[in-house]
Antibody, heavy 121, light 111 residues
Framework: QLQLQESGPGLVKPSETLSLTCTVS??????????WGWIRQPPGKGLEWIGSIYYSGSTYYNPSLKSRVTISVDTSKNQFSLKLSSVTAADTAVYYC?????????????WGQGTLVTVSS | QSALTQPPSASGSPGQSVTISCTGTSSDVGGYNYVSWYQQHSGKAPKLMIYEVSKRPSGVPDRFSGSKSGNTASLTVSGLQAEDEADYYC???????????FGGGTKLTVL
């Protein structure tokens, strides 16, 4: 059974770069059938898609975050990563990683448990 | 402000049916058959319940169904059960410039 696990610092200072890693277990990140995505949820608010990546490194991002986001993949470690630069308090959120299945860009299944990242000095 | 509009709340008694709407535009919901619905219990990760408007992933009860008419998609939960109490989010493809958009979420209460 495929599982995803987010990891990274829970506290980031304003103006610094948020870095998270998603480790995939129970399946290969190099499968041609899937993309891999990041989605976030500010406390008490709704979901926001950040971006998605294919095992080849092909990416596409939310245009509202594109200038600050980099998603990369490490197939040797079965991991993909998120970097969000110049963070502010508005970037405080639970960050989820998820597998995207098939042609539908918004078919994410399963999701990781999520990790809370707080932006504060 | 979310790209897709959902009612903040919905409710129903056990055994009843409830429908949650998700309104977009011809550039997202109305333009593509790529609407998904996610269930999120408090403190948990979202779970895919419906994809491509009306398809159910394996393991999702057939009490959950999805449909679309014009720019509005709907999720219907039939035979409400206590465990259906959760937040529900819709999502749509919105074109190559902004591929994935979500609704603001609907809190479903089972009375």
């Amino acid at each position: 059974q495929l599982q995803l696990q987010e990891s990274g610092p829970g506290l980031v200072k304003p103006s610094e770069t948020l870095s998270l890693t998603c480790t995939v277990s129970g399946g290969s990140i190099s499968s041609s059938s899937y993309y891999w995505g990041w989605i976030r949820q500010p406390p008490g608010k709704g979901l926001e898609w950040i971006g998605s990546i294919y095992y080849s490194g092909s990416t596409y991002y939310n245009p509202s975050l594109k200038s600050r986001v980099t998603i990369s993949v490490d197939t040797s470690k079965n991991q993909f990563s998120l970097k969000l630069s110049s963070v502010t308090a508005a970037d405080t959120a639970v960050y989820y990683c998820a597998r995207r299945i098939g042609k539908a860009p918004n078919r994410f299944d399963p999701w990781g448990q999520g990790t809370l990242v707080t932006v504060s000095s | 402000q979310s790209a897709l509009t959902q009612p903040p709340s919905a409710s129903g008694s056990p055994g009843q049916s409830v429908t949650i709407s998700c309104t977009g535009t011809s550039s997202d919901v109305g333009g593509y058959n790529y609407v998904s619905w996610y269930q999120q219990h408090s403190g948990k990760a979202p779970k895919l319940m419906i994809y491509e408007v009306s398809k159910r992933p394996s393991g999702v009860p057939d009490r959950f169904s999805g449909s679309k008419s014009g720019n509005t998609a709907s999720l219907t939960v039939s035979g409400l059960q206590a465990e259906d109490e959760a937040d529900y989010y819709c999502s749509s493809y919105a074109g190559s410039n902004n591929p994935v958009v979500f609704g603001g979420g609907t809190k479903l209460t089972v009375l």
